[in-house]
């Protein structure tokens, strides 16, 4: 099996369709797998979703010069993987621009710094890709040209999935400008040693999040992180 540098595995599996008066047809891949083996979290999305350069997804999340040397300790730290049902797959698509209505998936496993764990809360976990909490809302809305306005919250729950497992699960609307209203369908998990944090974001239009629930609501509900304990 092909392996990222990042100990990532990432399998199409094979589905075989049933055809008329019993016979068997071929077989075509139905999801795209991605397994990270040393912290054994996972989750699927449509065969059909193209992944994202890493190396613009890398230059466009970690917010520094990819050859800085803050970049390479964010490398060694944090694993980040994008999926895109855009015919031409960008990280600008995590906000919803030039998309034509195509979801988008964003996935994160962070190791945390001894600091960030001595501070980690629900909340953190809340705002760990965008500003979700009123506190950090208001802070993010003084910066000169944020795109992100009219948060609505549409769904906010608590995880206890086991084996020391603690998360949360948040459903939200932010009008995006160039975007218009997009809907962010959030998981995150904590370790149960509370040395890494495993997140998964979910991006459509309003519009095309009501559409397509039932498909993305399966990809949020693949998204698994087994036993973390460092």
Not at 1 to 7: D, L, Q, V, Y
Not at 165 to 172: D, E, N, P, Q, S
Request: charged share 25%; glycine share 8%.
């Amino acid at each position: 099996m092909k392996r990222s540098r990042a100990g990532f595995a990432v399998v199409a599996v094979a589905v075989v369709s049933a055809m008329v008066g019993g016979l068997t047809g071929c077989a075509r891949a139905e999801f795209t797998y991605v397994r990270h083996d040393d912290g054994q979290t996972y989750f699927k999305v449509p065969a059909a979703w193209r992944k994202v350069d890493q190396a613009a997804l890398d230059k466009a999340t970690i917010g520094a010069d990819p050859e800085s040397a803050t970049a390479r300790l964010r490398r060694q730290l944090i694993w980040s993987a994008a999926y895109d049902a855009h015919a031409q797959p960008s990280p600008d698509h995590l906000l919803g621009y030039g998309t034509g209505d195509e979801p988008f998936v964003f996935a994160r496993i962070a190791k945390l710094l001894p600091e960030e764990q001595d501070s980690l809360s629900l909340n953190t976990m809340r705002n760990s890709v965008l500003p979700v909490t009123e506190t950090v809302r208001k802070e993010y809305a003084e910066i000169p040209g944020y795109p992100l306005r009219d948060f609505e919250l549409l769904a906010d729950e608590v995880l206890q999935p086991g084996d020391g497992l603690r998360g949360v699960h948040v459903r939200f609307n932010y009008a995006i400008q160039g975007a218009g209203t997009e809907t962010f369908d959030l998981t995150s998990y904590l370790a149960e040693d509370g040395k890494q944090i495993s997140t998964l974001l979910i991006r459509c239009s309003a519009a095309c999040y009501r559409k397509r629930a039932g498909e993305l609501e399966k990809i949020a509900q693949s998204f698994k992180v087994k036993r973390l304990t460092g």
